[in-house]
Structures are given as C-alpha cells and as structure tokens.
C-alpha cells in the first residue's frame, strides 16, 4: 500500500481553497453591483446625473465619491462574509474541539490560519476596486438600470468562470501568466495559502497586476463619465 504524504493543509486547500475563493468574488460582485447601478444608470434614469456634472465639482471627485461607495460596500460583504466564515469555526475550535474528528479539525485548523485569511483580505481588497470601477464603467454606460442589470449579469462571467476553473481541474498550480490572470489567481493563491505552499513572488505578481487593472479601470470609468455622449446616451 502506498502510503499517502499529502498534509493536512495541503488537503485543506485542494478541497476548500477555490470554493471558497469563488465564493468571496460572489460576495464582492453583490455588494458592488447594485450601488454601481444606482449611482451610473440609476441616476441618469432620475435625472440627477446632469444635475451633478453641471456644478463646480470636478469629475474627478465625483468619481471619486462614486468609487469609495461602490468599493467599500464590496471590501464591506467581502469582509463580514470572512467573519461570518472564521467565527462560527472559531466557535468549533473554543466549544467543541473535543466531538470533532481530528482529520476534520485539522483540515478547519489549515483554513482559518491568520496568515492565509489576511492573505486572501489582502487580495480581495485592490480586486474590490477593480470590479466596483469595471461595474461603475458599464452602469455609467447603459441607459437605464434595466440595460445595466442586463449587461452586468453578462459580464460578472468573465469574473465566475476564472474562479471556476480550478474547482473543475484541482491539480492546477499557479504560474506567472495564471498569476496576471484576475479571480484566477486569488483561487489558485488561496489554496496555496491554506496548504502553506504560497509562492510569494507570484503572490506579489497577482496583487501587483490587480492594482494596475484597478488603476486602468478607474481611468476608464473617469473617461466614459467625462463623455458627455455617454452621459446623455439616448
């Protein structure tokens, strides 16, 4: 008989790492996408967006303000979904460590490591940014809400499938084009995370390449909502 050598952690993370990755885009994606829709297409269906780009305040600020409401409500879902996720196993761990089967309490033990969940915090910060500037760009563009849902529920795939890929393939490991690759990345860093395997270079690539897609996004938001023929698209 062979004698398996895989570790706890390293079970932990191929079992647990990517679901739970997918689960924290989701996450992110709801509490970005309706403030992006009300504060892009919503506005311009009430009619206050004209209002507010005919005063003294610079596009800039306005985006500004449009982006810290729709990145904090993200970074907001995505971080009590965290506690939602760490405190009832916390729980476990302080009242009833003794009725859990050891295999099982290691596995928890590996998920619930400081250093992968502020790993993973860290990730999901700039990815927040990222996907509430992508969603704000597309909202700003659409017509009315309706138009915004519709063409935001099109394109948060591009988010999901990323996320998707290593649940359906586990033996995938992270490289340096996987590392640039948004979602992708957070849910094969995340299962090195919680296996203790972390490559920090790559690491350090992925959060890299996510600040500069957020830096490109917002410019991008910036350039839409200076058009005023996106503004008042008819």
């Known amino acids: 008989n062979e004698e398996d050598l895989t570790t706890e952690e390293e079970s932990a993370g191929s079992i647990f790492g990517a679901l739970l ?11 970005s996408m309706y403030p992006a829709i009300d504060l892009g297409a919503g506005e ?44 009832p196993i916390l ?17 928890l033990s590996a ?11 860290v990730l999901i910060i700039p990815l927040s940014v990222f996907m509430g500037a992508f969603l704000l760009a597309i909202s700003v563009y659409a017509k009315t809400p309706k138009e915004a849902g519709l063409l ?6 591009v988010f999901i499938i990323p996320c998707y890929v ?13 590392a640039l690759i948004p979602c992708y990345n957070l849910a094969l860093i995340t299962n090195n995370l919680i296996a203790g395997t972390v490559d920090w270079f790559l690491y350090s690539v992925a959060l890299l390449s996510t600040i500069v897609y957020c830096i490109v996004a917002i410019y991008i938001t910036y350039i839409m909502f200076d058009d005023e023929n996106v503004i008042f698209r008819s």
């Open 152 to 157: 935001l529920g099109n394109v948060l795939i």
């Open 44 to 87: 311009k269906e009430r009619g206050t967006m004209e209002t507010l780009i005919s005063t003294n305040i610079s596009s800039v600020d306005i985006i500004i303000g449009k982006m810290l409401s729709v990145t904090s409500s993200a970074i907001l879902t995505a971080t009590f979904s965290m506690l939602g996720f760490a405190i």
């Open 91 to 107: 729980v476990i761990f302080l009242f009833y460590a003794d009725s859990v089967n050891e295999y099982l309490f290691g596995l």
């Open 111 to 121: 998920i619930v490591n400081p250093v992968a969940l502020i790993g993973v915090f």
């Open 21 to 31: 990755a997918l689960f924290f885009v989701m996450y992110v994606i709801s509490g």
């Open 166 to 178: 290593p649940l359906i393939n586990p033996g995938l490991e992270l490289d340096f084009v996987g």
